[in-house]
């Protein structure tokens, strides 16, 4: 029994002992104070402190740490949004002093100035511009965190703006607008490219008619020529011309009539069709022609006469006689007495 007090007392010697040891995780420091002042900075690794005397007063994480602030503001034209700011920060290592003692509660610290920058650089801008120019508020609220948080051992690794969050009816008139604009651009490239097809099909109906057109003129000349040659033939033979367009006019047309017949579902009549169709289709071209020249060559006698016979008239020298001559001076008036 006399042995339980020696007992009890290296028990808490041995207590006592351990607890002079104590660890530091890396990226972190800790501060030692030695009945409540500050003692030192202990660092990582394995560490010794005296017993009872000293104590472990607290960790400082030297870890970027990340603080997402959530803000609510408006902008110039009265629309407020929810903006999400990021603010990565760390412990500077050779502050960790100042970021002990001068800060009790840092992130309440970076919130009050986050806010105090971003309602300070929103109400200047519209809500397009809050989009277009995040990163220029970025870096205003990064320029004011570290003035102020320097001084505080803390130091401002970067802000992120990582989301605006416009009132719902905003976000939906802003989506209409969106729509009606790809709306707009897609009728004028449908228009667009509808034009394009009117006119490749109106190019194309043009080419198609030239050709065309090239090629009933090709097959009329070769016809003419084809009639040429067989009109000489004929006449080789002892047939004149006359003659031999007769013929040529009515085997055309009994071709043209094989031609018809040949197919079982034609519905087209060919008027007249009787034998002295041709003769006389070719007698009334011939006579219309021969007519035609008559009147020509009358009215181009009757144009070769016309000023000789003005002329020959004798009013006409009447009035050459009487006419006064431009160039010679009008006599002087005569002095009667």
């Known amino acids: 029994m006399d042995n339980i007090p020696i007992y009890v007392f290296l028990f808490f010697a041995f207590f006592i002992f351990l607890s002079s040891f104590f660890t530091v995780k890396q990226q972190t420091s800790v501060i030692v104070e030695r009945f409540g002042k500050f003692q030192s900075i202990r660092h990582a690794g394995l560490q010794l402190k005296i017993p009872v005397v000293d104590k472990i007063a607290g960790r400082?994480?030297?870890?970027?740490?990340?603080?997402?602030?959530?803000?609510?503001?408006?902008?110039?034209?009265?629309?407020?949004?929810?903006?999400?700011?990021?603010?990565?920060?760390?412990v500077i290592q050779t502050n960790v002093f100042d970021a002990f003692y001068k800060l009790e509660y840092p992130h309440d610290q970076i919130t009050s100035y986050v806010f105090d920058v971003v309602r300070a650089e929103v109400p200047k801008l519209k809500l397009?511009?809050?989009?277009?120019?995040?990163?220029?508020?970025?870096?205003?609220?990064?320029r004011e965190l570290n003035e102020a948080m320097t001084t505080y051992g803390?130091?401002?690794?970067?802000?992120?703006?990582?989301?605006?969050?416009?009132?719902?009816?905003?976000?939906?008139?802003?989506?209409r607008i969106n729509a009606a604009d790809r709306e707009k651009s897609a009728a004028e490239y449908e228009a667009e490219a509808q034009r394009i097809r009117i006119v490749a099909k109106a190019k194309a109906e043009a080419e198609s008619k030239r050709l065309q057109g090239q090629g009933i003129a090709d097959q009329?000349?070769?016809?003419?020529?084809?009639l040429v040659e067989s009109v000489d033939v004929l006449n080789r033979v002892g047939i004149n011309s006359q003659e031999a367009s007769a013929l040529?006019?009515?085997?055309?047309?009994?071709?043209?009539?094989?031609?018809?017949?040949?197919?079982t579902n034609s519905n087209l009549i060919l008027l007249p069709n009787s034998p002295q169709a041709g003769s006389d289709m070719l007698n009334n071209m011939v006579a219309s022609f021969t007519a035609s020249n008559q009147v020509g060559e009358a009215m181009k006698n009757a144009k070769k006469r016309a000023p000789k016979e003005s002329f020959d008239r004798p009013d006409y020298h009447k009035l050459s006689e009487n006419k006064p001559d431009e160039d010679t001076p009008p006599a002087p008036p005569e002095n009667k007495v």
């Open 248 to 263: 040529i006019v009515v085997t055309q047309h009994y071709d043209t009539l094989q031609a018809i017949g040949a197919d």
């Open 154 to 175: 803390y130091d401002i690794i970067n802000t992120l703006i990582t989301d605006i969050d416009p009132d719902p009816q905003v976000k939906n008139a802003m989506n």
């Open 220 to 226: 009329r000349r070769e016809i003419a020529r084809g």
């Open 128 to 142: 397009d511009d809050v989009f277009e120019r995040k990163d220029d508020i970025a870096i205003a609220v990064k």
């Open 60 to 90: 400082i994480n030297l870890k970027i740490q990340q603080l997402d602030v959530i803000i609510e503001t408006k902008t110039k034209e009265n629309v407020f949004v929810k903006m999400k700011v990021s603010v990565q920060f760390k």
